[in-house]
């Protein structure tokens, strides 16, 4: 006799919805980034650069998802840099792409004993690494013939690069969603920009995803990042929403309200006479600092 399946729990469903809602929301913000900067377009051959972390893998996963549905053709490649950090597993990555049937390169380079060699003991080691690794990168794209170099990052790195900026590097400067890379001669895209980390993190998890640690070197995370980091996640938990301004904040800048000469003509404005809702507020103060005045206690009535 067949054996009946275990009838579904309330927690089941409660699960399976939350875990349909939040594939939804990811494809959704996916799909809606690389429209808005035109990441993908037809003919492309995107190189996904995996590391084996939670949001390469959470990429390379979405991107296959899309590809099948895209109104585009474009073609993935996985590929993930072996850089020989002691002890790091390299049979996880191919069996995961053999299973997915993904098409990939690994490419191995041994950037560790370089790094090792060059830094002394003691100093940070991620600087050189991450040259080195980017240099490589670039390498196999052009190697690859790939049109576009996939990375990982999501909405939560590109606020705290913003910080890390302003409170290290005295600019106003984040991490893009695409842009040429500096040697001129790549686009790189973050088709992850618009998805929040904790929603990768549970992504992650319901997915199974191999992930390979990334502490394999031994070497620690820049203190910097993880500082900032720190504080944008206790900002969150206090005013819950914070980071999510602040993300769209950057797509809204006001160069008239900044002070950046090369952005805005200070030099050149003239009073034109004519009335401007985004003109200088003057002596008001700002309506987000003002004291809320109960509304039993003054009400203006027209005349
Ligand atoms: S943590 Fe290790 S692998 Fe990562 S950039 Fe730093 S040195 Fe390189």
Partial sequence: MEALAPAETPEDVKLSVELRK?????????????????????GDKVMVCLSGGKDS???????????????????????????????????????YLKGRGVPF??????TYSIVKRLVPEGKTT?????????????????????????????????????????????RMKGMPPKLVSDTGRHVVIRPLAYVAEPDLVRWA????????????CGSQENLQRVQVKAMINEWETKY????????????????????????????????????????????????????????SVITLRPR
């Avoid at 594939?23 to 913000?29: D, F, N, P, V």
């Avoid at 240099?135 to 990375?151: F, M, P, Q």
């Avoid at 199974?208 to 502490?215: A, K, L, R, S, V």
């Fill in 22 to 42: 939040l594939s939804k929301r990811l494809h959704r913000q996916v799909g809606q980034a690389i429209v808005d900067y035109n990441m993908i377009e037809e």
């Fill in 57 to 95: 893998y959470s990429m390379l996963d979405i991107l296959i998802n899309m590809q099948q549905r895209a109104p585009i053709n474009f073609e993935i490649i996985a590929v993930n840099l072996d850089q020989k950090q002691p002890g790091f597993p390299e049979h996880i990555l191919p069996e």
């Fill in 105 to 110: 390169h690994i490419e191995e380079q041994d």
């Fill in 126 to 170: 991620c600087s050189l690494c991450s040259r080195l690794r980017r240099g490589n990168l670039y390498r196999v794209a052009e190697e690859l013939g790939a049109t576009k170099i996939a990375l990982g990052h999501h909405r939560d790195d590109i606020v705290v690069t913003l910080l890390l900026n302003m409170f290290f590097g005295a």
């Fill in 205 to 216: 998890e319901h997915r199974e995803f191999p992930i390979i640690p990334c502490n394999l």
């Fill in 240 to 295: 819950p929403g914070r980071v999510e301004n602040m993300f769209t904040a950057m797509s809204k800048v006001v160069p008239s309200h900044m002070m950046d000469r090369e952005l805005f003509p200070f030099q050149t404005i003239k009073a034109t006479g004519v009335p401007d809702a985004d003109g200088d507020i003057a002596f008001d103060e700002d309506e987000s600092c003002a004291p809320q005045a109960p509304s």
